[in-house]
Nanobody, 122 residues
Framework: QVQLVESGGGLVQAGGSLRLACVESGRHVMGWFRQAVGKEREFVSAISRSGSTTDYADSVKGRFTISRDNAKKTVYLQMDSLKPEDAAIYYC???????????????????WGQGTQVTVSS
C-alpha cells in the first residue's frame, strides 16, 4: 500500500509563491492535480521516478516547477507567480510501481493523497 502525505498549502497573495511537498513510501511516477470549486480535477504536473522527465499543463508552464529528492522520498511542486485561478485543492498521486512513464490522465494514477488547499487572494 502506497502512502502519500502532502503539505505546504496555504493562503498567498497573487504573484506570490508556495511550495507543496508530497512524501511517498516508495519511488513512483508522481503527478500533481488540482480541483477548484465547481470544476473537475485537472492535471498540473508530473515527474518520472528518476526526475529526468517532467511534464506541465500549459496553464502552469513557466510558473510551476516539479522536482524530487529520492533520498527523502519527497516530490515538490514550487509554485511561483500564483494567480487567483490557481486556487484549488492540490493532490499528489502516484502510478503503480510497474509504470515508468509520466501521464496526464487521472485514471493512470492509483494512489492519491488527501489534498492540500491553496488559496490565492487578488
Amino acid at each position: 500500500q502506497v502512502q502519500l502525505v502532502e503539505s505546504g498549502g496555504g493562503l498567498v497573495q497573487a504573484g506570490g509563491s508556495l511550495r507543496l511537498a508530497c512524501v511517498e513510501s516508495g519511488r513512483h511516477v508522481m503527478g500533481w492535480f488540482r480541483q477548484a470549486v465547481g470544476k473537475e480535477r485537472e492535471f498540473v504536473s508530473a515527474i518520472s521516478r528518476s526526475g529526468s522527465t517532467t511534464d506541465y499543463a500549459d496553464s502552469v508552464k513557466g510558473r510551476f516547477t516539479i522536482s524530487r529528492d529520492n533520498a527523502k522520498k519527497t516530490v515538490y511542486l514550487q509554485m511561483d507567480s500564483l494567480k487567483p485561478e490557481d486556487a484549488a485543492i492540490y493532490y499528489c498521486a502516484v502510478r503503480p510501481a510497474t509504470y515508468s512513464i509520466v501521464s496526464r490522465s487521472l485514471s493512470d494514477y492509483s494512489y492519491w493523497g488527501q489534498g492540500t488547499q491553496v488559496t490565492v487572494s487578488s
